[in-house]
Nanobody, 126 residues
Framework: QVQLVESGGGLVQAGGSLRLSCAAS????????MGWFRQGPGKEREFVAA??????????YYRDSVKGRFTISRDNAKGTVYLQMNSLKPEDTAVYYC?????????????????WGQGTQVTVSS
């Protein structure tokens, strides 16, 4: 059974940075795309970023509102995916979830992801 465990969330002031980590265990990490999603108070869960998998490195994709501020990366040897978040804004406040895609190519459709972590809270104060 695949398990995903997020860490790195916390409280930060606007303009600050956080680095989220997601450690995978119990299954195959390589060969699958990975994604980050978030769910703010009273909102639906939304796509944030994704990274595909290939022997030469996976392509990345971001929602428009985080482009240029967030960077997704992966370390296949460690079975870990990261989300570096810079220039944080209050509207980035949410619970952040990592998820494993059913395939190797990135997608932004929540239905394409079958394993999810428990989430980590990110709070950005103004």
């Amino acid at each position: 059974q695949v398990q995903l465990v997020e860490s790195g969330g916390g409280l930060v002031q606007a303009g600050g940075s956080l680095r989220l980590s997601c450690a995978a265990s119990g299954g195959t990490f390589s060969s699958y795309a990975m994604g980050w999603f978030r769910q703010g108070p009273g909102k639906e869960r939304e796509f944030v970023a994704a990274i595909g998998w290939s022997w030469s490195g996976g392509n990345t994709y971001y929602r428009d509102s985080v482009k240029g501020r967030f960077t997704i990366s992966r370390d296949n040897a460690k079975g870990t995916v990261y989300l570096q978040m810079n220039s944080l804004k209050p509207e980035d406040t949410a619970v952040y979830y990592c998820a494993r895609n059913k395939g190797s190519r990135w997608t932004d459709d929540i239905n394409d992801y079958d394993y999810w972590g428990q989430g980590t809270q990110v709070t950005v104060s103004s």
